[in-house]
């Protein structure tokens, strides 16, 4: 690990005068590991990483401690999207969330969150909303965004949009959403033993640099809210700059309450004025972390105009093919955007077409797949979403070592009485992914960009 910058030492010796050996010494040790399981997929109990669970993370609901770090990429349940490897701090979104429902009007809400890449927050609120909700995950730098739409495609949700957008774009959709997350860009503070890069980049001058970031950041998409909607700000940092004074600044040139949030004292979380909710990692199991939750009270409501949609209908019969295996088929829609068709849910409909019109969309609803010739593609995706009945397609459930082979795109050996055309390929009761068996051979259909390649 590096070595702490003098700057930041002496920082936290003033402002931390009485637990600051301790708090620095936490900084030096090593990590916790931590994991959220995905509620929506059954992990078989003799799945391996049950074996590494220590104890449960106190402020959720699915997450999960463990002894050691293993090498998640050679585990196909990883890649089944049964779990996140998140940091347990962040995972007090839920308790934040769960506040948001309480206080909503009603239990079916528009998500945007808006820094979302890699996904850990994206994923955890997808467990979290309704049926009848829908999260749009946007993130605007374009190899994170990609990123960010494999995590999401894995974990199966189908009340997903993902976008790669700025957030002055999303201001233009005024009025949109009942609930937006901004874990913004930070100094990073509270990942300096996780990561020596934060360390090496840290300087005196980069908390306020990045506070006036944040400030941009939230400016620039505040009109998205609706008026009476929730914003939840975070960062992982320590500093009052990007924290409580942000949540002051919001506050008062925005229009915004600042709401408390319900905890236990036994978790060590700290509340501080604002208030705004600190992770240390001297008084918990985790990482450095601050939350908050805001109210919108600006009165004033905009309505967004777009242009013509890119999606057409889908004619009955070829959406009755894409739509093969997905439960409820009557609650979505098939539409076609360029040469690929999705399954958006019915009741969002009209949101998902002004999205799709305005904004740049990288996987919308169920992605289904494509034509080719006089076939039908599958997506990726569809496999792994939870809307699929796994048991309404032909599959083969392979063992661990043929599952590896599989997640490398190798040619993987078939039952003789396997189903000639696309089979689900399953690993512990889990879709992984699909294969074309034309009888002699069959072909990998794993995405080249997720391939395992160690």
């Known amino acids: 690990m590096e070595k702490l910058p003098v700057a930041f030492i002496e920082r936290i010796q003033s402002e931390q005068a009485e637990s600051a050996e301790t708090f620095l010494a936490a900084l030096e040790a090593e990590a916790p590991v931590s994991i959220r399981f995905n509620p929506?997929?059954?992990?078989?109990?003799?799945?391996?990483?049950?074996?590494?669970?220590?104890?449960?993370?106190?402020?959720?609901?699915?997450?999960?401690?463990?002894?050691?770090?293993?090498?998640?990429a050679y585990d196909p349940m990883w890649h089944a999207g049964a779990y996140y490897v998140q940091e347990a701090s962040s995972m007090f979104l839920e308790q934040v969330f769960r506040e948001v429902q309480r206080l909503s009007e009603t239990p079916d809400v528009c998500v945007l969150d808006l820094c979302a890449a890699p996904g850990g927050k994206s994923t955890l609120i997808s467990s979290l909303i309704s049926e009848n909700s829908l999260l749009v995950s946007n993130e605007i730098i374009r190899s994170r965004a990609h990123i960010l739409s494999e995590n999401l495609c894995k974990w199966g949700h189908p009340n997903t949009i993902v976008t790669q957008d700025s957030p002055a774009a999303w201001g233009r959709m005024s009025g949109m959403f009942d609930v937006i997350i901004s874990d913004v860009p930070c100094s990073g503070e509270g990942m300096f033993r996780k990561d020596d890069v934060a360390i090496r980049?840290?300087?005196?001058?980069?908390?306020?640099?990045?506070?006036?970031?944040?400030?941009?950041?939230?400016?620039?998409?505040?009109?998205?809210?609706?008026?009476?909607?929730f914003w939840i700000y975070s960062t992982c940092t320590f500093n009052r700059l990007e924290n409580e004074d942000m949540l002051h600044w919001i506050c008062t040139h925005l229009g915004a309450r600042s709401l408390p949030i319900p905890f236990e004292s036994a978790w060590g979380v700290e509340e501080t004025?604002?208030?705004?909710?600190?992770?240390?990692?001297?008084?918990?199991?985790?990482?450095?972390?601050?939350?908050?939750?805001?109210?919108?009270?600006?009165?004033?409501q905009d309505t967004w105009s777009y242009s013509k949609s890119k999606q057409s209908r889908v004619p009955l019969d070829l959406s009755q093919r894409f739509m093969e295996g997905?439960?409820?088929?009557?609650?979505?829609?098939?539409?076609?955007?360029?040469?690929t068709y999705s399954a958006i849910p019915s009741m969002h409909k009209e949101l998902s077409q002004r999205i799709q019109s305005d904004m740049h969309v990288l996987k919308m609803g169920i992605p289904l797949g494509a034509i080719k010739g006089k076939d039908v593609l599958p997506d990726p995706a569809k496999a792994l979403s939870t809307a699929l009945e796994v048991s309404a397609v032909p599959s083969v459930d392979v063992p661990l070592d043929v599952a590896r082979d599989y997640l490398r795109r190798n040619a993987i050996p078939l039952p003789e009485d396997t189903p000639k055309g696309w089979v689900l390929i399953k690993?512990?009761?889990?879709?992984?992914?699909?294969?074309?068996n034309i009888g002699h051979r069959a072909n990998n259909a794993w995405p080249a960009e997720w391939r395992l390649r160690t």
């Open 326 to 339: 997905i439960m409820h088929p009557d609650r979505y829609r098939v539409w076609q955007t360029g040469l």
């Open 40 to 72: 929506n997929k059954n992990l078989s109990p003799d799945a391996p990483i049950h074996t590494l669970v220590a104890s449960q993370v106190p402020w959720s609901s699915h997450g999960a401690y463990l002894h050691a770090r293993m090498h998640f």
């Open 201 to 229: 980049e840290w300087n005196p001058g980069l908390p306020q640099f990045c506070a006036l970031r944040q400030e941009q950041i939230v400016r620039d998409a505040w009109a998205a809210l609706k008026p009476g909607g």
């Open 273 to 300: 004025d604002g208030p705004m909710y600190r992770f240390y990692p001297h008084k918990v199991r985790g990482e450095g972390f601050s939350i908050a939750l805001l109210q919108k009270t600006h009165d004033r």
């Open 427 to 436: 690993h512990g009761g889990l879709a992984l992914g699909w294969m074309k």
